[in-house]
């Protein structure tokens, strides 16, 4: 069973850093790409960031970003301890909301899902 | 306001069969790529309920399908059941970016 499970969320002033972890299980962490997807409160889904690559150890990784996050955020993975990242640097309070954390599904990039989600982490922007 | 276009509410009674649209343009949907279906019942995490346009995980039920034409796609439930109520959003791919619709709120009357 594929588990997702994502920590480091918390309450962080405006122009604060904070970096979220997401511990995965279940299945070959190194051979799927992986994606954040942020929901803020009552609103719908908003997708983050992408991070590609397959393989084991090192291997040349692709990133992906929002243009709302770009520059501000950095997606990143460590294959052997099966943990995915985001760095999220120079926050606002439009930042705030529940960050996921997911395993893509799919043959192509263009054509990737989100197969499997965690149950989330807030993230509260605010002085 | 988000690149895929869904109706803000659905409303349906039990056993009935409700549609929602997901319109795109022809820079997603519409330069030919696939279209996800996600369903998010109260208070939890969403999860994937239809991939690749029409197929299905295991697990859900084959009361859900869908389906893509043109510029756009449909997610269809028939026997509408209480379980049912939940947000519902379709996602594509636009220019390097994934992009969702803005959700729709499906109620079980």
């Known amino acids: 069973e594929v588990r997702l499970l994502e920590s480091g969320g918390g309450l962080v002033q405006p122009g604060g850093s904070l970096r979220l972890s997401c511990a995965a299980s279940?299945?070959?962490?190194?051979?799927?790409?992986m994606s954040w997807v942020r929901q803020a409160p009552g609103k719908g889904l908003d997708w983050v960031s992408d991070i590609y690559g397959r393989g084991v150890s090192t291997y040349y990784v692709s990133t992906y970003y929002a243009e709302s996050v770009k520059g501000r955020f950095t997606i990143s993975r460590e294959n052997p301890k099966n943990t995915l990242y985001l760095q999220m640097n120079s926050l606002r309070a439009e930042d705030t909301a529940v960050y996921y954390c997911l395993k893509l599904g799919g043959l192509q990039p263009g054509n990737y899902y989100f197969a499997s989600w965690g149950q989330g982490t807030l993230v509260t922007v605010s002085s | 306001q988000s690149v895929l276009t869904q109706p803000p509410s659905v409303s349906g009674a039990p056993g009935q069969r409700v549609t929602i649209s997901c319109t795109g343009s022809?820079?997603?949907?519409?330069?030919?790529?696939?279209v996800h279906w996600y369903q998010q019942l109260p208070g939890t995490a969403p999860k994937l309920l239809i991939y690749?346009?029409?197929n299905r995980p295991s697990g859900v039920p084959d009361r859900f399908s869908g389906s893509k034409s043109g510029t756009s796609a449909s997610l269809a439930i028939t026997g509408l059941q209480a379980e049912d109520e939940a947000d519902y959003y379709c996602?594509?791919?636009?220019?390097?970016?994934?992009?969702f619709g803005g959700g729709t709120k499906l109620t079980v009357l």
């Open positions: 690749d346009n029409s």
């Open positions: 279940g299945f070959t962490f190194g051979n799927y790409a």
């Open positions: 996602q594509s791919y636009d220019s390097s970016l994934r992009v």
């Open positions: 022809s820079s997603n949907i519409g330069a030919g790529y696939d």
